[in-house]
């Protein structure tokens, strides 16, 4: 019988989709993270959520040498980093497909469907936290049983149980493209709507939040902004510190198959951290996505969307980055860290163990401060340029 452990699973649902009497269910554990429970009474002893599991069995393709820079053209300003995601997402909307990707409702954070511009606006941008997953899975077999075209982006544990599950039904999927992400490692919901909670408390109702503000000109920097009901603006450093710290991922994180250079979908996205050595006149400072193509169907796709894009090619060592080599190391403080959220509770917890600053909230002020750097970035920029030239 299937047993799991937030070690040696992801959270993907492939064990309770494909569970024939209905047996798994997904339940939160003390950290937040979601994990399949079976009734045993339901249980029929079949085995399909051990053979449809991969976490521990996967096997990325070999890709090949070339990775690209991508820069969208127009509307890059919500992305996370180049747009590559969205030029694929409106890619698959113009052919009539539908689009599954991760969108956030105040702290919560879970995948969706999207089939149409509305809809993929809100997959923009990273939500760095765990999403669950829900009927998703199910909603693309059904998709591809009506003959629809789909695009499912999602972290690579997530996609390769989508597919697992997939292949499991016998479902179609010459009409499935799958994009992962070049992950870090996910971080707890629970450890998330403690800190939104605690945000609130503080400084009221917040109507947008924004896990990585993008500043104009300032790409590399990881701030998080977040906006209240009476338009006050404040930007931060604790959550990037509190997921830096990488004390609140998902245990099965750090000993994730999928942080190597062997890629489980058509397609993945990162952020072309290095390009500003790499290639520094292409680096304006707005975002430039790292996307590998992993399969004839991924490469496909970067051709169609080149006309609304920048693309430049470079050589996978000008981008390689340590999720692409390995998984995030696991703290030694790892343990104390979740015993004390446990007995104490959030603010204690990552007052004790992170870079977390009660005072490290500033109003629109700090803007001026990130005008300051994206100036400062540019001129480095150029003066890197005059050197190579
Ligand atoms: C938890 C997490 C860790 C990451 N770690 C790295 C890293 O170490 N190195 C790196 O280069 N890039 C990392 N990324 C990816 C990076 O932040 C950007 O998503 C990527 O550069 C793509 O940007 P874009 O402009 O092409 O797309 P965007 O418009 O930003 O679209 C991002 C896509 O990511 C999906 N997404 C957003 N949040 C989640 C989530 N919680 N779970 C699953 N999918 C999600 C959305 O559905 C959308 O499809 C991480 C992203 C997440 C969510």
Not at 283 to 301: C, F, V, W, Y
Request: aromatic share 12%; hydrophobic share 35%; net charge positive.
């Amino acid at each position: 019988m299937l047993e799991k452990s937030e070690k040696n699973c992801c959270g993907c649902t492939a064990c309770r989709c494909v569970c024939p009497t209905g047996a798994i269910r997904m339940q939160e554990n003390e950290k937040g993270f979601l994990l399949p429970m079976i009734e045993e009474e339901k249980c029929v002893q079949c085995g399909l959520c051990e053979r449809v599991c991969r976490f521990e069995r996967s096997v990325g393709k070999e890709r090949d040498a070339y990775a690209y820079g991508i820069k969208k053209k127009k509307g890059r300003r919500y992305s996370q980093s180049g747009g590559a995601f969205a030029l694929f997402a409106e890619a698959l909307l113009e052919k009539g497909g539908i689009v599954y990707g991760v969108a956030a409702e105040r702290a919560n954070v879970f995948y969706a469907r999207a089939s149409g511009a509305e809809g993929i606006s809100k997959f923009k941008g990273s939500k760095y936290v765990q999403a669950s997953v829900g009927d998703v899975f199910w909603n693309v077999k059904k998709d591809l049983e009506d003959g629809k075209a789909a695009l499912f982006c999602g972290t690579p544990c997530h996609v390769d149980g989508l597919v697992s599950f997939l292949g499991q039904k016998n479902a179609d999927m010459k009409k499935l493209i799958t994009c992962d992400l070049v992950c870090h490692g996910v971080p707890s919901p629970r450890v998330f709507r403690d800190y939104y909670a605690y945000l609130e408390r503080r400084f009221g109702v917040i109507r947008e939040y924004d896990f990585r503000k993008k500043f104009s000109g300032f790409w590399h920097s990881h701030i998080e902004s977040f906006l209240l009901k009476d338009n006050r603006l404040y930007v931060s450093e604790n959550y990037p510190n509190l997921f830096y710290s990488h004390l609140e991922l998902r245990e099965s994180c750090y000993h994730c198959p999928y942080a190597s250079e062997k890629r489980v979908s058509d397609l993945t996205i990162g952020d072309f951290w290095g390009i500003e050595k790499a290639d520094p006149l292409y680096d304006d400072g707005n975002g430039i996505s790292l996307t590998l193509a992993n399969s004839k169907k991924g490469m496909e796709l970067i051709k169609e969307v080149r006309a609304k894009a920048e693309i430049r090619e470079y050589a996978f060592k000008d981008c390689l980055q340590p999720n692409l080599q390995h998984p995030t190391k696991q703290p030694e403080a790892y343990g104390a860290f979740w015993d004390s959220y446990a007995r104490h509770g959030f603010e204690a917890t990552v007052k004790k163990f992170c870079s977390f600053n009660e005072t490290d909230y500033r109003k629109d002020t700090s803007l001026k401060k990130c005008r300051r750097a994206a100036l400062q970035f540019a001129r480095s920029v150029k003066r890197r340029a005059k050197k190579m030239l």
